[in-house]
């Protein structure tokens, strides 16, 4: 019984492992769609130059190498309730992956960003 449980627990990560890395694949693959509200993604740029200008922010050694006006490829944009999110790749020296989260007062509630 104990074995068929390791078995069965060691089967579920490697496929996880194998889900987790496809996943990673999809959103390199993604093309961009048109994006109807240049405003918003304006707003997301200079967002990301300030966080860059940030010696605090986390994220700033990614995007210090970006141009002072980053340029975003927009992927996807989802609508759950009054939020709405977005997800961009940034045109950078390293290509990195942006979600931002707009709240109901339609100001940025989360942003976040990653190596693609």
Do not use: H
């Not at 860059?52 to 759950?80: F, H, I, K, M, Y």
């Amino acid at each position: 019984m104990r074995m068929m449980s390791t078995l069965l627990l060691s089967g579920l990560l490697v496929s996880g492992c194998a889900w987790s890395g496809q996943a990673g694949s999809d959103q390199r693959s993604m093309k961009a769609i048109e994006d109807v509200e240049p405003a918003v993604t304006a707003e997301v740029a200079a967002a990301l130059s300030r966080i860059a200008g940030d010696p605090q922010a986390e994220t700033a050694p990614l995007l210090r190498a970006c141009p002072s006006a980053v340029p975003l490829e927009l992927l996807r944009r989802t609508v759950n309730g009054e939020e709405r999110t977005y997800l961009y790749r940034a045109l950078c020296p390293t290509a990195m992956l942006v979600t931002v989260t707009y709240g109901k007062s339609a100001t940025i509630k989360q942003l976040t960003v990653n190596k693609e």
